[in-house]
T-cell receptor, first 113, second 114 residues
């Protein structure tokens, strides 16, 4: 069975500050991991994904995430927050052999001016 | 702009109505999905079609009936819904029903059952 836990349902940062959104996973096999973003009144958009290549993954809009097997983590970071980054962020895990993704509960990112 | 198009964007229906949600993609993807999303919650998988065949039905009530007329189209037929079915319904597609493939989501259809 696979699961994902996003630590912190709400994160608030100032514009220009570091963004750190936490995601820990549980999987019986080496997983595939994803971060999605959902802006208000829109569908989900893939930010980045890890599929067993490089452990540091760069995504769109300046985001990146590092896969750490020893910590079972896949935290999302961005060096400098922008107002347009305010959104809901979902971490997801999937078993390479199963196809189905399991989503975390999401983290709401607020960016203060 | 998303490459998965959903119509209508908003739908209000009574509990005795019959309506349909429609989804279209022209990326040549062979897997298509329906998700249900409540406010401030993650999307919940409802159905997966792979090569136009229903592959996954996550124990969804029969008042929701999916249909895949061809590889580009996916419908969700709604009948005798309950107020608790009010939610955002997201259609998505991917190259194939395989783990690791990027899932592309539409903007969703907001459904209100009155």
């Amino acid at each position: 069975a696979q699961s994902v836990t996003q630590l912190g349902s709400h994160v608030s940062v100032s514009e220009g500050a570091l963004v750190l959104l936490r995601c820990n996973y549980s999987s019986s096999v080496p997983p595939y991991l994803f971060w999605y973003v959902q802006y208000p009144n829109q569908g989900l958009q893939l930010l980045l994904k890890y599929t067993s290549a490089a452990t540091l993954v760069k995504g769109i809009n300046g985001f990146e995430a590092e896969f750490k097997k020893s910590e079972t983590s896949f935290h999302l970071t961005k060096p400098s927050a922008h107002m347009s980054d305010a959104a809901e962020y979902f971490c997801a895990v999937s078993d390479p052999n199963a196809g189905k993704s399991t989503f975390g509960d999401g983290t709401t990112l607020t960016v203060k001016p | 702009d998303t490459e998965v198009t959903q119509t209508p964007k908003h739908l209000v229906m009574g509990m005795t109505n019959k309506k349909s949600l429609k989804c279209e993609q022209h990326m040549g993807h062979r897997a298509m999905y329906w998700y249900k999303q409540k406010a401030k919650k993650p999307p919940e998988l409802m159905f997966v079609y792979s090569y136009e065949k229903l592959s996954i039905n996550e124990s969804v009530p029969s008042r929701f009936s999916p249909e895949c007329p061809n590889s580009s189209l996916l419908n969700l037929h709604l009948h005798a819904l309950q107020p608790e079915d009010s939610a955002l319904y997201l259609c998505a597609s991917s190259q194939a029903w395989e783990s690791g493939n990027t899932i592309y989501f539409g903007e969703g259809s907001w459904l209100t059952v009155v």
